[in-house]
C-alpha cells in the first residue's frame, strides 16, 4: 500500500513557475514508477510526465516538454515536477501516480496508486 500527498500548488502568473512535490508512504518507493496527470474544469485527465523507478528514464506530454521536469529522490519517498514557463493552459488539479513497474509508463490506467490532488492556476 502506498500513500500519495502532493503539495506545492498556487496561483501564479503567465510565464511563472511552481514546483510540485509528492510525498509517498512505504519503504518499496524506489520500486514504483511515478506519474504527474492533470484534469482541466470540463475535461478528462491527462497524461503530463512520467519517470522511472531509478529515475534513469523520463517521459513528456508534447504539451509540456520543455517547459516541465519530473525527478525523484528515492531517499526522500519524494519526486517532484517543476513547472517553467507557466501558460494559462496549464491551469488544473495535478496529481501524482504510483505503479509498481521499472519502466516509465505514459498511460493512465496502469497505475494503482493516486494522490488527492493539488490546484494549479495560472492567471493570464
Known amino acids: 500500500q502506498v500513500q500519495l500527498v502532493e503539495s506545492g500548488g498556487g496561483l501564479v502568473q503567465t510565464g511563472g513557475s511552481l514546483r510540485l512535490s509528492c510525498a509517498a508512504s512505504?519503504?518499496?518507493?524506489?520500486?514504483?514508477?511515478m506519474g504527474w496527470f492533470r484534469q482541466a474544469p470540463g475535461k478528462e485527465r491527462e497524461f503530463v510526465a512520467a519517470?522511472?523507478?531509478?529515475?534513469?528514464?523520463?517521459a513528456y506530454a508534447d504539451s509540456v516538454k520543455g517547459r516541465f521536469t519530473i525527478s525523484r529522490d528515492n531517499a526522500k519517498n519524494t519526486v517532484y515536477l517543476q513547472m517553467n514557463s507557466l501558460k494559462p493552459e496549464d491551469t488544473a488539479v495535478y496529481y501524482c501516480a504510483a505503479v509498481r513497474a521499472i519502466a516509465v509508463v505514459t498511460t493512465e490506467r496502469p497505475y494503482e496508486y493516486w494522490g488527492q490532488g493539488t490546484q494549479v492556476t495560472v492567471s493570464s
Open positions: 519517470i522511472s523507478w531509478s529515475g534513469g528514464n523520463t
Open positions: 512505504g519503504r518499496t518507493f524506489s520500486t514504483y514508477a
